[in-house]
């Protein structure tokens, strides 16, 4: 009897933690030819369905394409001086000439203008680029800020 209130509890327990959520890995791949293209050992898996049920997936990845997910980025500008959204412009401009292949936010969030930079998926990955970053004096002031992000290019 303790066996059976055990698993339950696993059950109600770790439940959330098996929410589907989109890999990015799979962004714009084609799940039928990936799962039917031959394995490591020259397996393969043959896939008969209806032309319909195809295109329904297809129009589901493309509704899809655009949704955010929770993730984190770096703050290398808040303010709300007068002169707040020039200068947040400008720093957004610098810093993607001194990184050009990080992405860099502009927006203007309550009463401050605010530059954010990187898509990342974990706190790790933010921690190792703003080590990065703080070597450079403007932005050692720079801070990790949990936002919702557009999936990563891995």
């Given amino acids: 009897m303790k066996r059976y209130h ?11 933690l098996s929410a589907q959520t989109l890999d990015s890995l799979l962004l714009s791949r084609n799940i039928f030819e990936l799962i039917q293209s031959e394995g490591p050992y020259g397996n393969k898996v043959t896939i008969t369905q209806s032309a319909s049920l195809r295109e329904a997936v297809q129009n589901q990845i493309v509704q899809n394409e655009f949704k955010r997910i929770p993730g984190f980025r770096i703050r290398i500008f808040s303010s709300n001086a007068q002169t707040a959204r ?18 860099a936010y502009h927006k ?3 009463i401050d203008w605010r530059v954010t ?5 974990t706190r790790s990955e933010a921690m190792k680029f703003h080590k990065e970053i703080t070597s450079f004096s403007q932005y050692r ?14």
């Fill in 6 to 16: 055990f698993l339950l509890i696993a059950l109600v327990c770790f439940a959330p």
């Fill in 86 to 103: 020039g200068a947040s412009l400008t720093a957004k401009e610098v810093f993607e000439s001194l990184f050009p292949g990080i992405p």
């Fill in 108 to 110: 203007f969030e309550n």
């Fill in 117 to 121: 930079v990187g898509d990342f998926r």
């Fill in 141 to 154: 002031a720079a801070v990790i800020v949990r936002e919702t992000i557009e999936f990563p290019v891995l």
